[in-house]
């Protein structure tokens, strides 16, 4: 199928780590994205990782894939306020045209 | 600087009173994409054109469609929007195999 699962919530404090994981499908994805969406705006791309990586680190983000398990993480170190978004993975699907298929969401909520 | 641009940002329509929803780009990529999105769920493709030829999702419903005049623009028509089309719809771009990008999207509300 084409479900690709993540956990609905996640709640942390102020200047924690935060770790948000998913678990994709297409064991061809060639391309794994995490996008961010803050209410009422459209979404903005993150971060990606070519299947060929381990791990991509890009400032306070750390995004880590383990093939295997198909299964992709994207930890937040030392998370803000204005981390607070719903966090979409996504998965290209290589059937034909390279098709994006996004994750179930997790609404990061960061209290002070 | 914003490099999808869509608007209105919130359009309100009469229920089967057709509406035109608007996305622009300044990034000269050759794909265009219109997703659908409620109640905070993962966004739905409804279509996409690559260049110029229209692709469109088995099961997106034949009310909508969609129109590309140039590379810059794109447009998603409705044409008789019923309760259940108020959404959130979001254009992307991208150049093939390569990250999309998205603008901030227009909230359909249908009355």
């Known amino acids: 199928g084409e479900d690709v699962e993540q956990s609905l919530f996640l709640s942390v404090r102020e200047g924690d780590s935060s770790v948000i994981n998913c678990t994709y499908t297409?064991?061809?994805?060639?391309?794994l994205y995490w996008y961010k969406q803050e209410p009422g705006a459209g979404l903005q791309l993150l971060t990606y990782?070519?299947?060929?990586?381990d791990m991509k680190q890009d400032q306070r983000l750390t995004v880590l894939l383990n093939k295997k398990d198909k299964h992709l993480s994207l930890r937040i170190a030392d998370t803000q306020t204005g981390d607070s978004a719903i966090y979409f993975c996504?998965?290209?699907?290589?059937?034909?045209?390279?098709?994006?298929?996004f994750g179930t969401g997790t609404r990061l909520l960061v209290s002070p | 600087d914003a490099m999808v641009i869509q608007n209105p940002r919130y359009q309100v329509t009469q229920f089967g009173k057709p509406v035109t929803l608007s996305c622009s780009q300044t990034?000269?990529?050759?794909?265009m994409y219109w997703y659908q999105q409620k109640s905070s769920q993962a966004p739905k493709l409804l279509f996409h054109?690559?260049?110029?030829?229209?692709?469109n999702e088995a099961d997106t419903p034949d009310n909508f469609q969609s129109r590309r005049p140039n590379t810059s623009f794109c447009f998603l028509d409705i044409r008789s929007p019923g309760l259940g089309d108020a959404a959130m719809y979001l254009c992307?771009?991208?150049?093939?195999?390569?990250?999309?990008?998205f603008g901030d999207g227009t909230r359909l509300s249908i009355l």
């Open positions: 990034l000269n990529h050759n794909v």
């Open positions: 996504a998965e290209i699907m290589n059937t034909g045209f390279q098709k994006l298929v």
């Open positions: 054109y690559y260049d110029k030829d229209f692709n």
């Open positions: 297409d064991s061809s994805s060639t391309y």
């Open positions: 992307a771009t991208s150049r093939v195999s390569q990250p999309q990008h």
């Open positions: 990782i070519f299947s060929n990586m």
